[in-house]
C-alpha cells in the first residue's frame, strides 16, 4: 500500500536512534495515559465521563509538547499542545511546586469550549520539572443560560458558562478552597461536579505517579531524549506521508445550516496546499463569525484540521507533537473558524469541528481516493436537560449524545451508529438512561434508508424516541444537518437529515421545536419545557455513500433489504434491484 511505501521511506532518511528503548517508552507512556483514562471512567459521577467516555489523557514535556495520548475522544488531542503552552504564560513553570494542580477552561486562551476542563500536573523528579500529566475532560454542567451547557441560542461567550482561566485548583497537594467554592458555587449540579473534578485530579496524579516511576527506571537523560527521538520519529513519518500526496492546492467547501439566531448558512472555505512534506490548511474566505454559538475557536480549527489529516494518513504513526510539525494552519481571526471574544463557541467544538475536518477531508479526496470517505452526520445532537430531582432533592443534568451514520469508503459500507468523528464516545445504555433520569425510551433503533446510496453504503444513522415520566425536564440542543445532507463521493447520493420532532401529552401530532415552541431552529434552541406525557423524538443524520449505487454488488443489496437497513422503495428505485431479485 502507499502508506506503508511513504512510511517505510523514514528509516532510510531519519537518524539513527535507539529505536528498541523509544519504543518501549512510548508504549509505557500509551498505557500510562490509558490507566488514567480508566481511572477517571471508574472514579467519576456523571454519565458522560463513566458511560460515553467524553475525555482525553495525555502527558507533555516541560515545553508542552504532547508525548503520548490515549484513544478517547479525538477533539482535544490535536488542541492538546496549545493549552499547555496557552497556560504556561500566565503561571510560569518556575512558580510551579510539586503537588500542584492547574485548571482552566476559557477557550480564549487555547481551549475548545467551555464545558471541556484539562486538568494539569506537574511532574517532578528529584526536584527537577521533567513534564505534565493531563486529562481533559466534558463537565456536563458549567452553569450559564441552560442546564447542561449547549445553549443553541447564546449570543456571548458570558451565556454558556463560567469561564475559568489557568489557575491551581490544589497547591502543593492542598485544596485552595476559594477556587473550589466559586467553581462549585456556579453550577446546579455542584455535587456532580465535584465528583467529577476529584476524578479528573485522581486521574492526573496516577498519571505523575507512573511517569516518575517510569522515568526512575530509565533515568532523566534517558526519558529527555527518547522524548525528543520519539517527536522527530513522528514527524519523519509524517513528511514521508504527505510527500507521497501530489503537490497542489485542493480546495473545497461545506456549510453549517444556521446557527440558531440566524436562518442562513455559514461557509466553511478550506484550500489544502501540498509541497513537498509539509501542508498549509488556509481557512481564508471562510463565513464571518456568527452571532450564534456555532463558532469554532483557534484550538477546536486546530484540532479538526489535525484530526482529519490523521484519518487520512497511516494511523500507526505515533501520535504526538512531532506529527503536526509539517501542517500548519490558517485561520483569520473573527471567522467562523477562529472566533473573537466575546462571540460564543459551544457549538464550535462539536458541529464545526466535524464539519471543518469533513471539509478538508472533502478536499484531498480528488487525489486521496482511496482514503477519504463520503461525509458523515457530523454532529453530535447534543441534548441536554436538567430539572429537580424529587427523590434526592437535587437538581440533575445531563449531556446525552446520539449515534450517526459515517460516510461509505473506498471498499467498505460506512460504519452504523457512530459517534463523530471528532468524539469516538460511547452512547448511554437505556438501562443507565432511565435509571438516572426521567425518561422511558420507548424507542431506538438504526433508521433504514438513512445511509446514502452508493456503491457502498453510507453508515446508517440512530433515532431515539423518549417519554417523560415525572416531573417537567428543560431540554437545549445544538445539532445541524436537519436541512443540508451529508454529501456523497464519486457518484454516491447523499445521507439523510436529522431531526427534532416534539409531541404533547394527549396528542398524536409531532411537530418541529420551531412549530411547537416558537423557536428560530429546531435544532439550535434553549430551555424548553417536556411535561410528563410529552415525546420527543431524536433523529440523526447517516453517512452519505460512496460510488455509484447501481455498481454495488447484487448480494450486498438484497442483504441490506433483509436486514432492513434499506427498504424496497430504495433497493429498486437507488440501486436498481428488481422485485423478482430481491
Known sequence: ???????????????????????????????????????????????????????????????????????????????????????SQEIPVDTLDEGDVIVHNDPYRGGRQTPEHPFFKPV???????????????????????????????????????????????????DVEEVWKLMLANVRTPRYNYGDMRALISSVTLGEQRLIEMIKKYGKDVFRQTCRDLMDYSEQRMRAEIAGIPDGVYPFQDVVENDGIEEREFEIKVKVHVQDDEIVVDYTGTAPQATGPINATLGVTWSATFNALLHLTDATIPKNSGCFRPIKVVAPPGTLVNVDYPGPEVGGN?????????????????????????????????????????????????YDIEMVGWGGRVAADGNNGQDSINGNCRVMPVEVFETRYPWLVEEWNLLTDSGGPGRFR?????????????????????????????????????????????????????????????????????????????????????????????????AMVREDLAEGYISARSAEEDYGLKPAEG
Not at 523528579?125 to 505534565?132: R, W
Not at 463537565?139 to 463560567?162: C, D
Not at 424548553?528 to 440523526?540: E, F, Q, S
Open 350 to 398: 462539536t458541529e464545526t469541528h466535524p464539519r471543518i475536518a469533513g471539509a478538508v477531508i472533502g478536499a484531498m479526496a480528488p487525489v486521496i481516493p482511496d482514503r477519504a470517505m463520503a461525509a458523515e452526520g457530523s454532529t453530535h445532537i447534543n441534548f441536554v436537560f436538567g430539572g429537580h430531582d424529587e427523590e434526592n432533592d437535587e437538581y440533575f443534568a445531563c
Open 124 to 174: 517532578f523528579v528529584d526536584g527537577e520539572l521533567m513534564g505534565f500529566a493531563v486529562s481533559c475532560g466534558h463537565i456536563a454542567e458549567v452553569g450559564g443560560m441552560v442546564p447542561g451547557a449547549f445553549a443553541g441560542e447564546a449570543t456571548e461567550i458570558f451565556h454558556e458558562g463560567l469561564r475559568v482561566p489557568p489557575l491551581k485548583i490544589v497547591k502543593a497537594g492542598k
Open 1 to 87: 500500500m502507499a502508506a506503508a511505501t511513504a512510511s517505510s521511506r523514514i528509516f532510510e532518511e531519519i537518524t539513527p536512534v535507539d529505536m528498541v528503548t523509544m519504543n518501549i517508552l512510548e508504549s509505557t507512556m500509551i498505557s500510562i495515559c490509558r490507566e488514567m483514562g480508566i481511572t477517571l471512567m471508574k472514579t467519576s459521577y456523571s454519565t458522560i465521563f463513566n458511560e460515553a467516555l467524553d475525555f482525553t489523557c495525555a502527558l507533555s514535556d516541560v515545553q508542552g509538547e504532547m508525548i503520548a495520548v490515549a484513544e478517547f475522544c479525538p477533539a482535544q488531542i490535536g488542541g492538546m499542545p496549545l493549552i499547555i503552552k496557552t497556560c
Open 458 to 554: 453510507g453508515g446508517l444513522s440512530t433515532g431515539k424516541r423518549l417519554l417523560c415520566r415525572s416531573t417537567p425536564i428543560t431540554a437545549s440542543q445544538m445539532t445541524d444537518r436537519h436541512r443540508i445532507k451529508p454529501w456523497g463521493l464519486y457518484g454516491g447520493m447523499e445521507g439523510s437529515n436529522g431531526a427534532t420532532l416534539v409531541q404533547s401529552a394527549g396528542s398524536k401530532e409531532w411537530l418541529t421545536v420551531s412549530q411547537a415552541f416558537n423557536k428560530r431552529s429546531s435544532s439550535k434552541y434553549s430551555n424548553i419545557t417536556l411535561r410528563p406525557g410529552d415525546r420527543i423524538h431524536l433523529i440523526a443524520p447517516g453517512g452519505g455513500g460512496w460510488g455509484n449505487p447501481r455498481e454495488r454488488d447484487r
